[in-house]
């Protein structure tokens, strides 16, 4: 028998629209199991969600915060054994369906949180290896079982790398390894990712996130479409995604710029993997601001794409106030008839408190700037319609004059 999470009167409604979230302040009560050997749920366990009635509506991972349980299961009970195949197969399936696993591509998001039905998990494919992380103890718990269906279920990977040292909940007792191979064993070679195409070193071990921001791909291919003879600065540029995919599209010139040295190295490596004759790229790692505030050319084409600057509801004005200076700077920057492209990562940020941050940008700075694109993340980052908080990439392409 399971613990049972009793809700408030009229706390089910969202439930009842397939919000896969439970608030603490939605539990009335929570009732034990009589077996139960402790006096509350453990992090991470399995529990029951039902209404003011007692009848039961959905299952899914107990968690100690704001969000109190992260619904797995609606209408059942219990989970079926077979639930974590069955939900990567899914997953698996519409990846399949949306073309990305082919010869000149074996780089996606094969698991996608609330968007594959399975909250807290995000699961990314490079080549053969699957990286998973956890952002929730319940999936830390399940992580060998999820590990396994990975393997089951997706033919292309042979080995799973688990990495959450940094997305578990920082108050939680976390009992097991953050990191490691689940599966498989390292390669003994480095592995080179395909996205569209070209070639990546992706370093899931030491970089950010699971090691390459595969969010971006649409973004890069299209940004790929205007570089032809530009004058390229791809800020924040990390691995050199966007700066790979302008050297293809026939630019001019490319500079990356990213604050991390090691970060700059793995540009210089995808470049010269991809491009190894070239000479109109350069990689320097540099504060973001200092570089933009010293820094007298003017570019054809800009990128800017930072990391999240508000993490959580409480940061939304500072992180405004942050989009507003960079935007500012970026217009500047720009040769009249240029273009940039802008993006906001931040979850607390929506898209129109984004736009309305560049447009105040553009209006410091005096410019003509229209908007040629909106841009959002990928497929194979789908946001389930019943959760709307799933929807975190924004993007602009603005023409500058």
């Known amino acids: 028998m399971m ?10 409604e969202s439930l009842l629209r397939f919000h896969p979230w439970v608030f603490s302040g939605a539990i009335s009560k929570i009732v034990l199991s009589k077996s139960y050997p402790h006096d509350a749920p453990q992090e991470g366990e399995i529990v029951q969600v039902a209404d003011n009635n007692g009848k039961v509506l959905a299952v899914g ?15 059942v009970e219990q989970l079926p054994k077979t639930f974590w195949h069955t939900r990567i197969f899914e997953a698996w399936q519409l990846r399949q369906s949306l073309g990305l696993v082919r010869e000149d591509n074996n780089t996606f998001r094969l698991i996608h949180g609330e968007g594959d039905f399975l909250p807290g998990l995000i699961v990314d494919v490079y080549n053969d290896t699957a990286v998973m992380q956890a952002h929730s103890i319940g999936m830390h718990l399940n992580r060998a079982d999820i590990a396994q269906a990975i393997i089951d279920c997706v033919p292309v990977v042979k080995r799973v790398y688990y990495k959450s040292d940094d ?3 920082f108050k939680a007792h976390v009992t097991g390894e953050k990191t490691g191979y689940l599966i498989g064993e390292a390669p003994k070679d480095t592995v080179w990712a395909t996205e569209n195409g070209l070639q990546f070193r992706i370093d899931w071990l030491n970089g950010q996130k ?24 791809n800020m924040f540029c990390y691995t050199g995604g966007f700066s790979v995919y302008a050297l293809r599209g026939g ?27 070239t000479t109109n790229h350069s990689a320097i790692a540099a504060d973001a601001f200092e ?20 993490k959580h509801r409480d940061a939304i004005q500072n992180a405004l106030r942050g989009y507003r200076r960079l935007n500012a700077k970026g217009i ?30 553009a209006t410091q700075v005096g410019r003509k700037v ?31 004059e």
Not at 257 to 277: F, G, I, M, R
Not at 332 to 360: N, Y
């Open 210 to 233: 699971t090691g390459f921001f595969v969010d971006q791909r649409e973004n890069r291919a299209l940004l790929e479409h205007y570089s032809y003879r530009r004058d390229v600065l």
């Open 332 to 361: 500047e920057k720009i040769k009249p008839g240029g273009i940039l492209f802008t993006f906001s990562c931040s979850q607390a940020i929506d898209k129109d408190m984004f736009r309305l941050a560049v447009l105040t940008a």
């Open 167 to 169: 997305t578990l909940p």
């Open 61 to 75: 991972h107990w968690q100690i915060g704001s969000i109190a349980v992260r619904i797995l299961a609606f209408g």
């Open 370 to 400: 229209r908007i040629l694109h909106q841009l959002h993340q990928p497929a194979d980052h789908p946001i389930n319609i019943y959760h709307p908080e799933g929807e975190y990439l924004k993007g602009l392409v603005l023409s500058v």
């Open 291 to 310: 570089f933009l505030n010293a820094e007298d050319k003017k570019y054809d084409l800009i990128v800017l794409d930072p990391p999240a600057f508000a």
């Open 3 to 12: 613990n049972i999470v009793i809700l408030k009167p009229h706390k089910e």
């Open 251 to 277: 630019a001019q010139s490319v500079t990356s710029v990213d604050v991390s040295a090691k970060a700059v190295e793995l540009v210089k490596d995808n470049v010269a993997h991809n491009y190894p004759q």
